[in-house]
């Protein structure tokens, strides 16, 4: 099991932890989400102001507090629709991470790469538009996990709007809430592009 920080050491929990992510308007894609943990604490939450989905090349990840944790940013030119990791505010030159296709025909699934250790690589697979997918390392354990979210009270299965991040224990969180980020704005660019075909 892959452990220890990529972005931040205080999210990386000693126990699996499981987050309810929401998705802060309905009306507009991409454009904002709040974390919460068991205790319905706030963990993280991320806001858009881009007015169309197209503008949002970067999605600042923050605390609770509003501190900046993380800033991906679409890599542009790029043929597989590689996004970039970046600590805090973006400014650092290099980046932690990336994610791409992992091929340009179909939409086989994600990869992501760590930059500062070549042979740590993940692998996303599933459909992030059903809200169903699964994060490996490279020994293809489960290290994260994207599924619905279930109201236990009424055993009612929850809208997309209202989704479970599981985490593993040891495997930083806002690492898999970055990703998170980076699989919404995918998912919208290829709605986009589908819809610009199909026209």
């Known amino acids: 099991m892959s452990r220890g920080a990529i972005v931040e050491e205080g999210f990386v929990y000693k126990e699996e932890t499981h987050l309810t992510v929401l998705k802060t308007s309905l009306f507009f894609a991409g454009d904002g989400f709040t974390a919460y943990d068991s205790n319905g604490t706030i963990v993280f939450r991320v806001d ?3 007015s169309d ?6 999605v600042v990840l923050m605390d609770a507090a509003g501190r900046c944790v993380l800033t991906v940013r679409r890599k542009r030119p790029s043929l ?7 600590v805090g505010e973006g400014t650092a030159l290099k980046p932690l991470f990336s994610v791409r296709r992992s091929s340009m025909i179909g939409r086989s699934g994600m990869t992501v790469d760590v930059y500062r250790n070549p ?3 993940y692998l996303i697979k599933g459909s992030f538009a059903d809200r169903k997918c699964t994060i490996f390392n490279s020994q293809k354990e489960l290290v994260a996990e994207i599924s619905r979210k279930v109201d236990s009270c009424v055993n009612v299965v929850l809208g ?3 989704f479970l991040l599981s985490v593993k224990a040891g495997f930083d969180s806002s690492f898999a809430m970055g990703m998170t980020l980076i699989l919404d704005q995918i998912r919208w660019s290829d709605f986009e592009r589908d819809g610009a075909e199909s026209d």
């Open 48 to 50: 858009s102001y881009a």
């Open 53 to 58: 989905v197209s503008d949002a090349a970067e």
């Open 80 to 86: 597989h629709n590689r996004w970039e990791g970046f």
């Open 119 to 121: 042979n740590e690589e």
């Open 160 to 162: 997309k709007d209202v």
